[in-house]
Nanobody
Framework: QVRLVESGGGSVQAGGSLRLSCAAS????????MGWFRQAPGKKREGVAT???????NYADSVKGRFTISVDNAKNILYLQMNSLKPEDTDMYYC????????????????????WGQGTQVTVSS
């Protein structure tokens, strides 16, 4: 069974950086769409960034130029490098991945992700 485990969250001051990791165990798909989402209690989940197996990326306007999504295919780890963090970036961050992806599909936050992690908390203080 596929399992996604996030790590790297924590507390930082505004302007700081964090790198989130998402280790995907038993994930054997060579074609995929993966993404990072965030959600605070009582708020709607927001797609932060997505990446597919062709390397195409998609970012929310609020994080463009500050966050970078990447994948280490050899290690099956998804990353989210977060720079210039702002207090409004405070949230629980979740990684997600698809199964059975096709290269002509469009990878975006609206994709139907079948696998989700448990989340890692990011807190940015002013």
């Amino acid at each position: 069974q596929v399992r996604l485990v996030e790590s790297g969250g924590g507390s930082v001051q505004a302007g700081g950086s964090l790198r989130l990791s998402c280790a995907a165990s038993r994930y054997t798909y060579s074609s995929y769409c993966m993404g990072w989402f965030r959600q605070a209690p009582g708020k709607k989940r927001e797609g932060v960034a997505t990446i597919d197996s062709d390397g195409s990326t998609n970012y929310a306007d609020s994080v463009k130029g500050r966050f970078t999504i990447s994948v280490d295919n050899a290690k099956n780890i998804l990353y989210l490098q977060m720079n210039s963090l702002k207090p409004e970036d405070t949230d629980m961050y979740y990684c997600a991945a698809t199964g059975g992806w096709r290269s002509w599909y469009v990878c975006s936050p609206r994709t139907d992700f079948g696998y989700w992690g448990q989340g890692t908390q990011v807190t940015v203080s002013s």
